[in-house]
């Protein structure tokens, strides 16, 4: 179903024929309603995510300037926008040519399939708009209230700490937590007794004294009891449950931990996101709803324009339309199972075919299940490595130029792998709320063969401070030695654990 504001009679029924078109070929969307653009208002969109309507914040302000600078400069255009919300809403550039507008009507469809079937997005709000909208009434009543300076320094501290998320967990079962009773009962020990004759063991040991005894153990197994009991990733839900924060602070937290979780999903699926719908828009164009004859030209310059390599950048629609044809191909060969797997031969892997014809079949099975880090490390194979000509490059001092550093598959798909992993951020758990019984936060960096930037880590700690209200430590590795990073409201430092 699809539902428009402003399309004009010839692109209402480019749209219809185009839902029709991915229809039948499979593709699942919610309706979709297209807004027609300018680039100013594109942009303004753009700024603020996709959503018309945000809580009131400088950055937005400084997002849609740099918007309008690489647009009026010609650095970069933004052809269209589609958010994950049901009803999808998609935003056309009122400057594209037909053909452009009839490929970015065929690549929203992808998007829109895209978030409606993968299991990735499947626990997201899908009715965000209005909770955006939500959560800008409650800002705006917070700086009626507070100030809007106190508002604003807040959200710009919890911003900085956005990414201190964990995102699998809306995936992961609730644990039931043990009765008040049960923790009684399994933390009781028995009360050691002075020894004394049978007779005399009331005088010996009165109820005041067991009873007294009774409250030095449980003071000492809270004392040594882990807070939390297990560590967590979750640090912005660790901090809206824990720190000594106001109503209104939390309220805040909570409302950049829920956007950070709504986004979460889209850094995860960039490369096969922008795949798939690369991939319809591509097959749409071409074959099931092939463009005329005039518009081809046009309609390549374009398509290569997407897929073209950046100098220092990941282009994830080239790698996610390749990596996908490239499943597709391999399935509808039969170039999985055992037999494939074993077989050493190049010139045997290069001719087997079997004639399968599972590639479609085996793609919308991608598109259901992965994200970008499982879809290349299950699929991202030595073959399509060399087919691509993928390989590592760096910077070369003596000549002051980047130069290709390596070929090899494995180094290639284990840098790849890493740079997408939690969307190239560190991951960062708390460890204790409770360090050195004084009521200090200690925190773990998973360090994963990249050092923090030291200078962000500083801030950060700051910011951390400036919520949890007592000194925050950080443990990480710094030069291949481990090192604990310190905050303590005033002063850093840095010692060697």
């Not at 507008?101 to 965000?128: E, L, P």
């Not at 009331?202 to 040594?224: C, F, G, H, M, S």
């Not at 795949?275 to 309609?299: F, R």
């Given at each position: ?15 219809d024929?185009?839902?029709?078109t991915?229809?039948d070929?499979?593709?699942?969307c ?12 594109l ?24 918007l ?8 970069s ?63 705006r ?17 919890c ?6 998320i964990?995102?699998?967990s809306?995936?992961?079962a609730?644990?039931t937590?043990l009765?008040?009773?049960?923790k ?29 005894q009774?409250e030095?153990?449980k003071?000492d ?7 939390p009991e297990?560590p ?20 805040i937290?909570?409302i950049?931990?829920?956007e ?5 999903p889209?850094?995860?699926?960039k ?27 046009d ?10 390599s950046?100098g220092?950048?990941?282009n994830?629609?080239?790698?996610g ?8 191909d ?6 999985f199972?055992?037999d494939?797997?074993?077989?050493e ?28 880090l ?30 290709i ?5 494995n180094?290639i ?15 960062i758990?708390?460890e ?9 936060l ?21 910011n ?18 481990k090192?604990?990073i ?8 840095i010692?060697k654990?």
């Amino acid at each position: 179903m699809i539902n428009n504001t402003n399309l004009s009679p010839q692109l209402q029924d480019i749209a219809d024929s185009l839902a029709e078109t991915a229809k039948d070929a499979g593709l699942d969307c919610f309706t979709t309603i297209f807004e027609m653009v300018d680039y100013k208002q594109l942009n303004e969109v753009a700024a603020y995510a996709g959503f018309p309507t945000r809580y009131p914040h400088w950055r937005w302000g400084m997002e849609y300037e740099r918007l309008s600078k690489t647009y009026t400069y010609g650095l970069s255009v933004i052809y269209e926008m589609v958010i994950n919300n049901d009803p999808c809403y998609a935003y056309l550039l009122r400057s594209n040519s037909l053909v452009f507008q009839k490929t970015v009507i065929a690549h929203v469809y992808g998007h829109c399939d895209f978030f409606k079937n993968n299991y990735w997005f499947s626990k997201t709000n899908r009715k965000m708009l209005d909770k955006m909208a939500n959560h800008a009434t409650i800002v705006r009543k917070l700086i009626d209230e507070v100030g809007h300076d106190e508002v604003e320094n807040f959200i710009d501290i919890c911003l900085s700490l956005e990414n201190l998320i964990d995102v699998h967990s809306p995936f992961q079962a609730t644990h039931t937590k043990l009765s008040q009773e049960e923790k009684e009962r399994l933390g009781n020990k028995p009360v050691s007794k002075i020894s004394s004759k049978s007779y005399m063991d009331t005088y010996v040991n009165p109820d005041e004294y067991l009873e007294a005894q009774r409250e030095k153990i449980k003071a000492d197994a809270q004392k040594q009891a882990k807070f939390p009991e297990h560590p967590r990733l979750d640090v912005l839900k660790f901090l809206m449950e824990f720190a000594p924060i106001s109503t209104w602070q939390r309220k805040i937290l909570n409302i950049i931990r829920d956007e950070a979780y709504y986004f979460a999903p889209q850094g995860q699926t960039k490369v096969i996101n922008e795949g798939w719908a690369t991939y319809w828009h591509s097959k749409m164009m071409t074959k099931l709803a092939p463009l005329e004859v005039s518009e081809i030209v046009d309609y390549c310059d374009h398509y290569a324009g997407v897929v073209a390599s950046h100098g220092g950048q990941l282009n994830p629609y080239r790698l996610g339309v390749e990596l996908l044809r490239h499943v597709e191909d391999r399935w509808n060969k039969g170039r999985f199972g055992i037999d494939y797997l074993h077989c050493e031969d190049p010139r045997d892997r290069e001719n087997w075919d079997t004639q399968a014809g599972l590639g479609l079949e085996k793609i919308f099975e991608v598109r259901r299940i992965h994200n970008d880090l499982t879809f290349i490390d299950e699929f991202l194979d030595e073959d399509f490595c060399h087919k691509t000509k993928m390989f590592i490059y760096d910077f070369d001092p003596r000549t002051g130029k980047y130069v290709i550093a390596s070929r090899d598959f494995n180094q290639i798909k284990q840098q790849l792998l890493q740079q997408l992993t939690n969307f190239g951020n560190p991951r960062i758990r708390v460890e204790d709320g409770n360090f050195r019984n004084r009521g200090e936060l200690l925190m773990k960096h998973l360090h994963e063969n990249t050092d923090l930037k030291h200078e962000f880590t500083l801030e950060t700690l700051k910011n951390l401070y400036s919520i949890w209200k007592r000194p925050v430590h950080l443990k990480t590795v710094v030069e291949n030695v481990k090192r604990r990073i310190c905050f303590d409201g005033h002063n850093h430092s840095i010692e060697k654990i």
